[in-house]
């Protein structure tokens, strides 16, 4: 008796829960999305997530767009904008554009956003992003320029990527929490719930501006967040949820498999390398001598890699930059085949004829790091493996205590090669090479105004920086997006979702 | 009754100022929080900076005075990460957190005391079989496993029930099961343990042979002595689901507590994991003492030792 009324709660409660549920949305026109990371601030100046990244080019917009196929640069805030000398850049600002909360968008918004955001102290989380800026200054209501501090051609790039215009007197109003709780831009879609980490209601900005974004057309969008991609994949079988990314190589060929879904892989700018301590910083370690560095390019299989893990779109990288970024030559690289047989001669050569032990450290992509380490073991290299979590491996770079390390970086979606060479090799707390002559091009490189001089520059660091085998750059990324056959979307090289792009099928 | 309960209370608020000392201070050697603040692109100087900005670099003790003292007002400081109040950011996600604890812990009661009781009345029998079969399973099978499994079957093959979230009770249903089946063995194993053990003591013979009706004799003179160590685990289960349900939490999407310590860990965002565990070690200290007053309360004896 008891049983039986035990199993009649779970049905009718069942029941009550699956009525109220919205299950197929298509016919609400509510896409409902899976995030994996927990966002920690909407504000897009206060995040350093991907999926900060997809709420930023949403909610907001920058003065500059960056056509993601053609990678071409048009007016989107701005109608129209030219560079007064090396450090000042004049925009004509859009007129008629209003925020979500209807506030009208003119030169104030642009000086207020770019000088909060320049100033340090302010705190904006990836500062490499907007500490190139010194100040805005208003000429008109629809003129502004922005001052620089010094040359930085990588300005027009940042303006159409991560620096987004922000509302002045709502800014001014609730500071970055306040923007976190109740995001307010100018963009294709207005937050209309935002529950920190957890859960994003989107809906259509129906005054959306003529944009080269271009107009929405799904009507709603809902994210939450699932941490467990397992958890996603029910979710997408039981009908509550409609489009999942960042899906495993392996979950996504047997979804692949499936009529009811559409699986589609694209590359991404994140690369994948071993970073070796050239410069001796965590003490005595044979990757001081260049042959051992070379040794340990030579061990690995980069294409097999590639092919039995990554899969997908993704591409062996012989640079320590992306290949699409500007300046990244991808000419200037020393290429290392794989050649086991090589390397342990190299290895003879440098004075370690059975090999040598070391400390290697990484972050994710375990099975990755433990493919590598077989081939280092191959020719000789033993390692000691420590598998950390990323905050507390940044630190230990920073302080210069790691001999070898499986890392990856994604540029933060900018297509200039500044984004991710510079960032690595000018003495900065994360550079284990302390190479000068590199230093010398990529000051030169990452300032000059001219194309032909930063790629000249580029090319001869990187020339450097392969050629001292001071990383071993391995492979590019990929991202799998995995939808319901009610959703059409084709995925851009940049891991960011755009939900402008959507339509339902 | 009143003296036991003082006592208590006393060994209560040291353990808690014991622990809140050890886990400000155990947080401090696990690395630079000056250096995880930072970031990539700082300076020596910045950081230097940095460490006069947040005071890092006064001694720890007056740092843990001025923290303890804040937190006693309910000021646990601004999350590194999320960059709100952590109380405000503990306190939505502990009311997942608790309701799945109570949830759990009282699923976990519900089935395995009178399990265990039936599993003892009849010992060797098929229900005892059953019981131990239960338990065991129980204890050998993974909590993501099983959350995976009861969400294939009841989310996906049969649709009763939602994948992940908490929006709704019916989202609380999956992980209230697992996370109660996990404590379900302990319980059920030290409630069949206790009751053999009372059922063939002298005074369970003596009310028999007076002829008192079994029902009371199992219940009123029997389970009253048996359950004694059950109150203690259960309290102690119960902080464990409160600090400890991770891995439930996760699978089932459900932003609680749990989670956020985890995740917390991993971004080295000190000021809410130092609130946590405080409040995590609050839960224990409460409910270990609660226990002590139960079982003071139901065995005499305990209040003279």
Redesign the interface.
């Known amino acids: 008796m008891k049983k039986s009324w035990f199993k009649t709660t779970?049905?009718s409660?069942?029941?009550?829960?699956?009525s109220?549920?919205a299950w197929a949305e298509k016919a609400n026109d509510t896409l409902r999305v899976g995030f994996t990371k927990?966002l920690?601030?909407v504000d897009s100046y206060?995040n350093s997530s991907r999926e900060g990244v997809v709420l930023q080019r949403a909610i907001w917009d920058g003065l500059i767009y960056r056509d993601p196929i053609t990678n071409e640069y048009s007016g989107n805030l701005a109608t129209s904008w030219e560079w007064i000398d090396d450090l000042t850049l004049e925009f004509k600002l859009r007129e008629g554009v209003t925020f979500h909360n209807g506030e009208a968008f003119n030169a104030d918004d642009v000086v207020y956003t770019v000088n909060f955001v320049a100033k340090e102290e302010n705190g904006v989380?990836?500062?490499?992003n907007v500490n190139w800026m010194k100040s805005a200054e208003k000429i008109d209501d629809y003129t502004v320029r922005i001052h620089l501090k010094e040359a930085f051609p990588a300005a027009i790039e940042f303006l159409s990527g991560p620096v987004s215009m922000y509302p002045n007197e709502y800014y001014a109003e609730v500071g970055?929490?306040g923007m976190?709780l109740k995001p307010v831009g100018t963009g294709p879609y207005k937050a209309v719930s935002v529950v920190?980490?957890?859960h994003f209601v989107l809906q259509k900005n129906a005054d959306y501006h003529d944009s080269p974004k271009g107009k929405a057309s799904i009507e709603n969008v809902d994210i939450?967040?699932?941490?467990?991609v397992?958890?996603q994949m029910?979710?997408l079988?039981?009908g509550?949820l409609d489009l999942i990314w960042q899906v495993p190589a392996d979950q996504a060929e047997k979804l692949a498999q499936m009529d009811q879904f559409t699986v589609s892989n694209e590359s991404t700018m994140r690369v994948g390398y071993l970073s070796m301590d050239a410069a001796g910083r965590s003490g005595d370690t044979p990757f001081t001598n260049v042959l051992v560095r070379r040794a340990v390019n030579h061990a690995i299989n980069r294409e097999e890699l590639v092919a039995a893990l990554l899969k997908g779109k993704s591409k062996v990288v012989w640079t320590p930059c992306f290949p699409s970024q500007f300046g990244c030559v991808q000419d200037a690289a020393t290429e290392y085949e794989y050649n086991p047989e090589k390397a342990k001669a190299l290895l003879a050569e440098a004075g370690y004829p059975d090999g040598f032990t070391t400390e290697f450290y990484a972050y994710r992509n375990r099975e990755y790091a433990e493919a590598i380490l077989s081939y280092l073991n191959a020719v000789g290299i033993k390692a000691d493996f420590k598998f950390l979590?990323?905050?507390?491996l940044?630190?230990l770079n920073?302080?210069g205590d790691v001999p070898l390390a499986f890392l990856t970086w994604g540029s933060f979606s900018i297509n200039d090669a500044s984004a991710m060479v510079s960032?690595f090799f000018k003495h900065?707390?994360?550079d284990d090479a302390r190479d000068d002559q590199v230093l010398a091009d990529l000051t030169i490189a990452d300032s000059a105004t001219d194309d032909a001089t930063r790629i000249e520059h580029y090319g001869n660091a990187i020339a450097r920086i392969t050629d001292q085998a001071y990383w071993a750059p391995m492979f590019s990324y990929n991202t799998n997006y995995v939808s319901t056959n009610e959703v059409s979307y084709t995925p851009t090289a940049d891991e960011v979702l755009r939900f402008t792009t959507m339509t339902w099928n | 009754m009143l003296n036991f309960i003082l006592k208590r209370l006393g060994l209560a608020v040291l353990v808690a100022f014991t622990v809140s000392f050890i886990s400000f201070s155990l947080l401090f050697m696990a690395g630079d929080p000056a250096v995880a603040l930072a970031g990539e692109t700082a300076s020596g100087e910045d950081i230097e900076a940095l460490r006069k900005l947040y005071g890092f670099d006064r001694p720890m003790l007056v740092q843990y005075g001025e923290w303890l003292w804040a937190a006693l007002r309910g000021d646990f400081g601004e999350s590194y990460y999320f960059r709100l109040p952590v109380a405000s950011l503990i306190a939505e996600r502990l009311s997942v957190t608790m309701t799945l604890g109570l949830c759990g812990i009282t699923f976990a009661l519900v089935t395995a005391v009178p399990l265990g009781v039936a599993a003892a009345i009849r010992p060797n029998s098929i229900i005892d079989r059953v019981a131990l079969f239960l338990s065991v399973a129980g204890q050998a099978m993974p909590s993501f496993w099983f959350g995976l499994i009861l969400i294939v079957l009841f989310a996906i093959k049969l649709g009763w029930l939602p994948p992940s979230g908490a929006s709704t009770p019916a989202h609380f249903i999956m992980p209230t099961i697992v996370l109660g089946y996990y404590a379900m063995p302990a319980i059920m194993r030290l409630t069949r343990a206790g009751m053999l053990d009372v059922l063939s003591s002298d005074y369970i013979r003596t009310a028999r042979a007076k002829g008192a009706p079994e029902m009371r004799v199992l219940f009123r003179h029997a389970l009253r002595n048996a359950i004694i160590p059950v109150v203690s685990l259960a309290a102690v289960q119960m902080g464990f689901m409160l600090g400890g349900s991770i891995v439930v939490e996760s699978i089932f999407a459900l932003h609680g507590a749990g989670y956020l310590a985890w995740e917390s860990i991993a971004r080295n965002d000190l000021p809410t994991v130092q609130a946590l565990i405080l409040v995590f070690s609050m839960f224990y200290i409460v409910f270990t003492f609660l226990a002590d007053v139960l079982n003071a309360w139901l065995d005499p004896r305990m209040r003279s030792s």
């Open positions: 779970i049905a409660v069942a029941l009550i829960a699956a109220g549920a927990e920690e601030n206060f989380k990836t500062q490499r970055p929490s976190g920190p980490g957890q939450r967040t699932i941490p467990d397992n958890t029910a979710e079988f039981s509550s979590q990323y905050s507390a940044r630190e920073m302080t960032q900065g707390s994360l």
